[in-house]
Nanobody
Framework: QVQLVESGGGLVQTGGSLRLSCAAS????????MNWYRQAPGKERERVAS????????NYADSVRGRFTISRDNTINTVYLQGNSLKPEDSAVYYC????????????????WGQGTQVTVSA
């Protein structure tokens, strides 16, 4: 079984910064694309940022482009989300998502989600 565990959420003032981490563990053969999503109360879950296997291919939602940076460290199966110039509208539960091949022999593919970490930006 594979687990994704997020950390780094919390309360921050408008204009502040936060760095979220998501570590994947388990019988991992390889990890493909990794993503960060967020969901605010009463709103649909939206994709915030994505990063390819090479760590060079990235994509951002318009609402965060230029303020957020996604990165990954394949040596420790971890993806990060650095958020700067945070706004109250960035407040949400942030979820990590990843395409994972697990198992050492005949790896199987599955898309996994973390449990989420709360980010609250005070006005």
């Amino acid at each position: 079984q594979v687990q994704l565990v997020e950390s780094g959420g919390g309360l921050v003032q408008t204009g502040g910064s936060l760095r979220l981490s998501c570590a994947a563990s388990g019988r991992i053969s390889s990890i493909g694309a990794m993503n960060w999503y967020r969901q605010a109360p009463g709103k649909e879950r939206e994709r915030v940022a994505s990063i390819g296997v090479d760590g060079l291919s990235t994509n951002y939602a318009d609402s965060v482009r230029g303020r957020f940076t996604i990165s990954r460290d394949n040596t420790i199966n971890t993806v990060y989300l650095q958020g700067n110039s945070l706004k109250p509208e960035d407040s949400a539960v942030y979820y990590c998502n990843a395409d994972v091949w697990s198992g050492l022999n005949n790896p199987t593919f599955q898309n996994y989600w973390g449990q989420g970490t709360q980010v609250t930006v005070s006005a």
